[in-house]
């Protein structure tokens, strides 16, 4: 069983998919949970309502986690309502297709902000507390995109890569301070993300993985101290890593 029973997790885009999954599923192993939300509050009062049901703390918190100094804000109400923060998930993200011709400089830009420097930004921002307690989880949310090209367009891909990498570059730095930092790695998982479902029909499994399946990785990804910079995927069978 994972007891995460006084720790503070943090997901950022907590209030749909992957991210609703992932902060259900803290819950229910003990965790006071941050659900970060953008403009979904009523989604991410759902949730938090879920996981108040299940015994457990939840509160939302409204912050552009592309913006340093929103992440710095949102950061430092969290620690005053429920204390600093011990496990993060930096899930929030976005995936709009466009072909190699269609992506301008504002769409790379755009990308990179939200899919990549958000993960910076709220990294460095839990860091201090976590290197100060020597006990930190930081799991960062990949895809399939950054090691297959992906479908979805060169700047997704890129932005992911950026995350694989980014993620090692902490691990090595981070590995004699207590705190890990590993990736979860998903392709074609069933959320409003794959509007096409057919695409079922490509994955060995026969059918999109599911939310639940992401997060119950995630949970195991934070709760195991001697991992890091890992990367785990979750592709029904379409390659191996």
Excluded at 125 to 136: D, E, I, N, T
């Amino acid at each position: 069983m994972i007891d995460f029973r006084g720790r503070i997790a943090l997901v950022t885009g907590g209030s749909r998919g992957i991210g609703r999954a992932t902060a259900i599923a803290l819950g229910r192993a003990g965790a006071n949970v941050a659900i970060n939300f953008l403009t979904q509050e009523d989604a991410a009062n759902e949730v938090a309502l879920e996981i108040k049901n299940i015994g457990c703390n939840a509160s939302i918190f409204q912050g552009d986690v592309s913006q340093s100094l929103e992440v710095d804000r949102m950061v430092a109400e969290i620690s005053g309502k429920l204390g600093p923060i011990d496990i993060l998930v930096n899930n929030a993200g976005q995936a709009r297709r466009l072909s190699i011709d269609e992506v301008t400089e504002d769409d790379w830009e755009q990308t990179m902000s939200i899919n990549l420097k958000s993960v910076f930004l709220v990294t460095r921002a839990v860091l201090p507390h976590m290197r100060a307690q020597k006990w930190g989880r930081i799991v960062n949310v990949s895809s399939g995109a950054s090691m297959t090209g992906g479908s979805v367009g060169i700047h997704y891909s890129a932005s992911k890569g950026g995350v694989d990498a980014l993620s090692r570059a902490y691990a090595s730095r981070l590995v004699k301070e207590g705190v890990t930092v590993n990736i979860v790695s998903p392709s074609l998982i069933d959320t409003d993300m794959i509007p096409d479902k057919l695409v079922a029909q490509n994955i060995p499994m026969g059918r999109l993985g599911l939310p639940q399946e992401c997060a119950d990785a995630i949970v195991q990804a934070a709760s195991n101290g001697f991992m890091t910079g890992q990367t785990i995927f979750l592709n029904g069978g379409r390659y191996f890593g």
